[in-house]
């Protein structure tokens, strides 16, 4: 296998709904994926891992949820239920709030599947907190924020875990959905030390975290997974006619200067690094 991360696009196609859905291989043989997209993005999931690694029924080293929302987590359920003889795992990372908690403000059926679930992988499963510190498929990532519960507001998103890691000499950090509240803290721990050359923009690119977090991390390369619609903010009457913020957050990575920005409306992206 090659060093190279892998942005999934949604298994219908670039009109469809927007998802997250990372795999990262090195030449180490090793295999990570970040969150998988929704139920129906479990199978074309399992087809990128088989042709990625070459192997009937792929192995990854460890599989790192960012927070229970559908659009994350419900591959992996579907995956643990429905498909446990296609791909073998070691550990599944995360850091949930209770199913309470993630329903507070929204009626995403998600977590409430994912802790059915549990006790299909119990015996994989490491709760990261916020300063930890660890090594999977021979990359270090750093957990940067996990749930505060003390936010009331876009309680799930707020939820997301953020996590970075050096890999090829490069640093990138993953904000999974991660919200207006959740980033100024964020950027009040960090500050500049955020700064990193590549970034999974936050909630898909709108809606998420402030200018200000995005002007500490400072990156070159920017991950929208966000399918052409959503990249647009077109749902159907043309550019930026829509309630979708992607474009207000495309100007602010403009003035960044970013070297290029990556997103689903041209299918799976792949960087080798
Ligand atoms: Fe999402």
Redesign the pocket.
């Known amino acids: 296998m090659k060093n190279c991360i892998y942005m999934l696009a949604p298994y219908n196609g670039t009109s469809g709904r927007?998802?997250?859905s990372f795999i990262i291989t090195t030449d180490k043989e090793k295999v990570i994926v970040i969150d998988g997209g929704y139920r129906a993005d479990a199978e074309p999931l399992l087809k990128k891992l088989r042709e990625v690694t070459g192997r009937e029924v792929p192995h990854v080293d460890g599989w790192i949820l960012t927070h229970a929302?559908n659009?994350?987590i419900w591959a992996f359920c579907e995956i643990v239920e429905n498909h446990r003889d296609e791909v073998t795992f070691d550990e599944v990372y995360y850091n949930f709030p209770s199913a309470q908690y993630c329903l507070r403000s929204d009626n995403d059926p998600a977590p409430l599947d994912f802790y059915h679930d549990l006790p299909l992988f119990a015996d994989k499963v490491c709760i990261v907190s916020q300063g930890d510190r660890y090594r999977i498929g021979g990359i270090d990532f750093d957990i940067l924020y996990t749930s505060d519960q003390s936010f009331y507001e876009n309680s799930t998103?707020n939820s997301s875990t953020v996590f970075s890691f050096t890999f090829c000499g490069k640093k990138f950090i993953f904000l999974g959905?991660l919200g207006e509240e959740g980033g100024l803290k964020l950027l009040g721990e960090y500050g500049d030390a955020l700064k990193s050359d590549y970034c999974q923009m936050a909630?898909?690119g709108q809606n998420g975290v402030t200018e200000e977090v995005y002007k500490a991390i400072d990156p070159q390369y920017c991950f929208y997974?966000a399918p052409l619609w959503l990249w647009n903010n077109d749902n159907g009457k043309g550019f930026d006619t829509h309630i979708w913020n992607t474009v207000k957050t495309r100007r602010w990575m403009e003035k960044l200067h970013v070297a290029e920005s990556y997103n689903l409306c041209g299918g799976d992206v792949v960087i080798e690094l």
């Open positions: 927007q998802m997250m929302h659009d994350h998103n959905d909630h898909h997974t």
